[in-house]
């Protein structure tokens, strides 16, 4: 028997008042896997994220999670079992250090896992131990988004939302962005990027969803993304 998928989202509809956003999205993410959510900007992929963490509840689907429907609970109640959210704007705490960031963020995971302590966080994320005892707010704008990320990871999250997390930074930055993520899934941690710089997501990630106008047009393996010139054309060139 195959082993149930870390999240699986269902014939998702979602509005925003009366206007329909989502129209009946699926999806779903196996353990271990690095998933691309592809689309041009207001394709739908931000708000797919907030809809499978319960900030933009389905009014029509559900979500699951290893077998578990966590539609209709509270964002912090779907935080503990086991999703952990890198918003687009990253949100990090601007008064308080990076230290205290992390140690805001840190929990043990839905089973209690506790795999990620400060010492494991500054050896994935080198740059973020000499900026230790700096005030969240002045940091760059990359240094940010690493931050946002290794917090999220202090709650030992099974699954790992991250919502366009190359937009705005500098390509140098990007780049590393993409190292760092390159190595979270070698060591086994869950993702699903929502990223319309498709060539981000291309050396790093093994599944592919592309979503158009709110619906799920196309999802592979990133190989067979890789070949389909018509959907890429179609959907994600710029």
């Keep these: 028997m195959s082993e149930q998928p870390t999240i699986e989202a269902s014939d998702l509809d979602v509005y925003y008042g009366t206007s329909q956003i989502l129209f009946g999205v699926g999806l779903s993410v196996q353990k271990g896997d690095t998933m691309a959510l592809l689309g041009r900007n207001g394709a739908g992929k931000s708000t797919t994220m907030k809809a499978i963490m319960g900030l933009a509840p389905p009014r029509r689907g559900s979500v699951s999670m290893r077998g578990r429907v966590i539609s209709g609970l509270k964002p912090h109640h779907i935080a503990r079992a086991g999703l952990g959210f890198v918003p687009e704007d990253r949100q990090v705490f601007p008064e308080h250090t ?127 993304l890789k070949r389909n010139d018509e959907v890429r054309q179609r959907y994600l060139a710029l």
């Design 98 to 224: 990076v230290e205290d960031n992390l140690l805001i963020g840190r929990k043990k995971g839905p089973d209690g896992e506790d795999e990620w302590s400060l010492k494991r966080i500054y050896e994935v994320f080198p740059l973020l131990e000499p900026l230790r005892y700096r005030i969240a707010g002045r940091l760059s704008g990359g240094e940010q988004q690493m931050l946002a990320m290794a917090r999220t990871l202090m709650g030992n999250p099974a699954l790992l939302l991250l919502d366009e997390p190359s937009e705005g930074l500098a390509p140098i930055i990007v780049q590393r962005i993409a190292e760092l993520l390159q190595q979270l899934r070698s060591i086994g941690v869950t993702i699903l990027i929502a990223e319309q710089n498709m060539h981000f997501c291309l050396g790093l990630a093994n599944r592919a969803t592309v979503i158009d106008k709110g619906q799920i047009v196309y999802s592979a393996s990133i190989e067979e």
